[in-house]
């Protein structure tokens, strides 16, 4: 599999016919195995075991409406009133992470409106937070613990 600047976890991979799958443990099923889900799998894992997210406030694959279009959220944290409260996008290794990419995550949240987002492609990873109504954010490369983004 692809090396991540990610903490390494064991998954449950298995072969069917000729697609390697992984089991999601938020979603209990077993998923393609593309290089995205490698990296949606272990960021999850990441900040439910390192920054102490807790997994049954994580929504995998989350369909929402922008602009008519239905587009997916790579995943959507709520907070503990169950609120959504931050968007996940995350990309493939080989993917680069440009403006565009934070666009990409902005245009999703101005369905949303949340204060937060998260950007992975498992070698690189962003935390932004929306600071005003013009869609402008501030960037950390700092993925902060669970606790703070309940204050």
């Not at 390192?50 to 997916?72: C, D, M, T, Y």
Request: with cysteine; proline share 3%; glycine share 2%.
């Amino acid at each position: 599999m692809w090396q991540l600047a990610l903490p390494a976890y064991q998954f449950n991979v298995k072969k069917t016919g000729n697609r390697w799958m992984i089991f999601d443990s938020l979603r209990k099923k077993f998923v393609a195995l593309t290089p995205e889900e490698w990296v949606r799998q272990h960021f999850l894992h990441f900040i439910i075991n390192h920054r102490n997210f807790p997994a049954s406030l994580i929504a995998v694959e989350q369909q929402i409406e922008v602009n008519g279009q239905s587009k997916r959220c790579d995943a959507i944290l709520y907070n503990k009133q169950m609120q959504a409260i931050a968007i996940f996008e995350f990309k493939a290794p080989q993917v680069a992470i440009h403006q565009q990419t934070f666009d990409q995550a902005a245009v999703y949240n101005s369905r949303l409106k949340l204060k937060y987002f998260f950007i992975s492609n498992g070698m690189e990873h962003y935390f932004a937070e929306v600071i005003d109504e013009n869609k402008r954010y501030r960037i950390e490369r700092e993925i902060p613990d669970f606790q703070q983004l309940q204050q």
